[in-house]
């Protein structure tokens, strides 16, 4: 089971940027995705989880109206599209994956499938 992140690099804020994350060994089908940051100095948040059981998706309020989840099947790969970039958006962006729906709370220790994370630099 493999999950891998990529899609980061270094914007000016009012950017976008579409991460994605590519699964192997398991198809997301069933799965609860989630996308985690971790900025310099601060530790790592749920930001947004896609549970494809229940066809929702669930956004933490501090990126609400500008990331957008979306999935592909056909490439076994979940999205994240970010619009609107801050410089507060900086960090290190991960997937992580688990059988089941998504928690009500998208925190850490409820996935037990990770990815290497992809940075994000937004600057002013």
């Known amino acids: 089971v493999q999950l891998q992140a990529f899609g980061g690099g270094s914007v000016q804020a009012g950017g976008s940027l579409r991460l994605s994350c590519e699964i192997s060994?398991?198809?997301?089908?069933?799965?609860?995705i989630g996308w985690f940051r971790q900025a310099p100095g601060k530790e790592r948040e749920g930001i947004s989880c896609?549970?494809?059981?229940?066809?929702?998706?669930y956004y933490e309020e501090s990126v609400k109206g500008r990331f957008t989840i979306s999935t592909d099947n056909a490439k076994n790969t979940v999205y994240l599209q970010i619009n609107s970039l801050r410089p507060e958006d900086t960090a290190v962006y991960y997937c992580?994956?688990?059988?089941?729906?998504?928690?009500?709370?998208?925190?850490?220790?409820?996935?037990?499938?990770w990815g290497k994370g992809t940075l994000v630099t937004v600057s002013s």
């Open positions: 060994g398991f198809t997301f089908d069933g799965y609860a």
């Open positions: 896609n549970s494809s059981r229940e066809s929702v998706t």
């Open positions: 992580a994956g688990d059988l089941g729906n998504c928690p009500l709370v998208i925190y850490e220790e409820y996935f037990n499938h």
